[in-house]
């Protein structure tokens, strides 16, 4: 079975400027989660997705941050624009929809911002 | 009230000892409890989970110990190799998201 597939694996960029990271999920997994995780700190949840809608985005600084979800399949995170605390790894993740579901990690995308 | 506190921080352990990672949450309505390994360069994957009706799992040399009434899990891990140094974090599932502690860098001695 294909685990998470995520894209780029690394990036820098300047600040101000704009990126996008791409996920693919585990085929046949309803739900997807884009997350953050800055050094040495667990994982923040930005945005949770089922199928194509948004569950939950509380968390997602929304006047940079933006995730699409077309077709309920791959997803794309952008942050536009970026600034020097946006320096993280983003991971994409996905799981079956239900209670007890375990949550599958993407290798994740490493940014840095200078 | 989202929150998973998690410790130590970081641990150091000779191979063949029994490294214990602790973590403690608020939230009466978490319901799952992963524990994941992340090790440099890669993303977190899942190690072993319990659900808050079972006291103790057991999966080869990890085993999760949980106390729904202090509100308190932890991790073992028997005969601890070098190989186990990464990082390790608790979660817990609420609703439809998960909730991770902050890690524990874990280093195992030769």
């Known amino acids: 079975e294909a685990g998470v597939a995520q894209s780029p694996r690394y990036k820098i960029i300047e600040k101000r400027q704009s990126v996008a990271f791409w996920c693919n999920p585990i085929?046949?997994?309803?739900?997807l989660y884009w997350y953050q995780q800055i050094l040495g700190q667990g994982p923040k949840l930005l945005i949770q997705?089922?199928?194509?809608?948004?569950?939950?985005d509380s968390q997602l600084p929304k006047d940079r941050f933006s995730a699409e979800r077309l077709k309920g399949v791959d997803s794309t995170l952008k942050i536009q624009p970026a600034k020097l605390e946006d320096s993280a790894v983003y991971l994409c993740?996905?799981?079956?929809?239900?209670?007890?579901?375990?949550?599958?990690f993407g290798q994740g995308t490493r940014l840095t911002v200078v | 009230q989202q929150q998973v506190k998690q410790s130590p921080q970081s641990l150091i352990v000779q191979k063949g000892g029994i490294p214990i990672i602790n973590c403690a949450y608020e939230?009466?309505?978490?319901?799952?409890f992963p524990w994941y390994q992340q090790f440099p360069g890669k993303g977190p994957a899942l190690l072993i989970a319990?659900?808050?009706?079972?006291s103790e799992k057991k999966e080869g040399r990890f085993t999760i110990s949980f106390n729904k009434s202090a509100k308190q899990f932890s991790l073992h891990i028997m005969d601890s190799q070098p190989g186990d140094s990464a990082t390790y974090f608790c979660?817990?599932?609420?609703?439809?998201?998960?909730?991770f502690g902050p890690g524990t860098r874990l280093s195992v001695l030769p």
């Open positions: 979660a817990a599932r609420g609703g439809q998201n998960f909730v």
């Open positions: 939230n009466t309505a978490f319901d799952y």
């Open positions: 997705f089922q199928n194509n809608g948004v569950v939950d």
């Open positions: 319990i659900r808050p009706d079972v």
């Open positions: 085929s046949g997994h309803a739900t």
């Open positions: 993740a996905s799981s079956l929809s239900g209670v007890n579901t375990e949550a599958f």
